[in-house]
C-alpha cells in the first residue's frame, strides 16, 4: 500500500484557499483535511470533529507538553493546532493529508514532518486580491488595507515553499494542485519504497 503525504497550502486571507480546497476534496476522494483543534468555544452550527476539535486549555497544554502537535499557535487569546495523531493515522492509511495553516504553522509542520510538500497559493493579481477581499464584505476599508499589507509580507516567504499556485479560477487552481499531488507519488522514493513492501 501506498504511503500517504503531507501537503502544508498557504496563501494570504481572500485567496481563496477554502473553496479552492473544497473543490480538491470533492475531486480527490483519498484525501483527509486535517481538523485543528482549538481552545476557542463552538460557534452556532459548528460540530466537534468536524469543524475543529474542541479542548480545554488545560487539555491543549497537556498536548503541547507530550509534543502531540505538528505546528500550534495562540490567536486573539485561543490556541489553535494540528494535532499529530489523526495526521499520523491518515498517512497510515495511505491517504494524503491536507493542512491549510498560515506561514509560521507551515515553518513548523517543516521541523517536524520534513518529508511535507509545500505549497503557496497565490492571487492572479494584487488588484484582484484587493477585490475579492472588499467583495466578501466583513472588513471594514482599515482592515482590508492591513490585510493586503500582510499578504505581500506573506507573498516574499513564497520562495521557501515547494509549489507556487495561482488561483485564477477555481477550476485551474484545482488542476495544479491535483497535478502536484500526482507528480509527488512519482517520484523514485515514493514508488520504490511501495514496491518493495
Wanted: net charge neutral; glycine share 6%.
Amino acid at each position: 500500500m501506498r504511503e500517504g503525504k503531507i501537503f502544508v497550502v498557504s496563501g494570504p486571507s481572500g485567496v481563496g484557499k477554502s473553496t479552492v480546497l473544497h473543490a480538491l476534496l470533492q475531486n480527490r476522494k483519498n484525501l483527509y483535511f486535517s481538523v485543528s483543534a482549538t481552545t476557542r468555544p463552538p460557534r452556532e452550527g459548528e460540530e466537534d470533529g468536524v469543524h475543529y476539535h474542541f479542548v480545554t486549555v488545560d487539555t491543549f497544554r497537556d498536548w503541547i507538553a507530550r509534543d502531540a502537535f505538528l505546528e500550534y499557535a495562540e490567536y486573539v487569546g485561543n490556541f489553535y493546532g494540528t494535532p499529530r495523531k489523526y495526521v499520523e493515522d491518515a498517512l497510515a492509511q495511505g491517504r494524503d493529508v491536507v493542512l491549510d495553516i498560515e506561514i509560521q504553522g507551515a515553518i513548523q509542520v517543516r521541523r517536524k514532518a520534513p518529508e511535507a510538500v509545500r505549497i503557496f497559493i497565490a492571487p492572479p493579481s494584487w488588484v484582484e486580491l484587493e477585490r475579492r477581499l472588499r467583495s466578501r464584505g466583513t472588513d471594514s476599508p482599515e482592515k482590508v488595507q492591513k490585510r493586503l499589507l500582510r499578504a505581500k509580507v506573506e507573498f516574499q516567504t513564497a520562495y521557501a515553499y515547494d509549489y507556487f499556485v495561482v488561483n485564477d479560477t477555481v477550476e485551474n487552481a484545482v488542476r495544479e494542485l491535483e497535478a502536484i499531488m500526482t507528480a509527488e507519488h512519482c517520484r523514485p522514493d515514493a514508488r520504490m519504497e511501495s514496491m518493495s513492501s
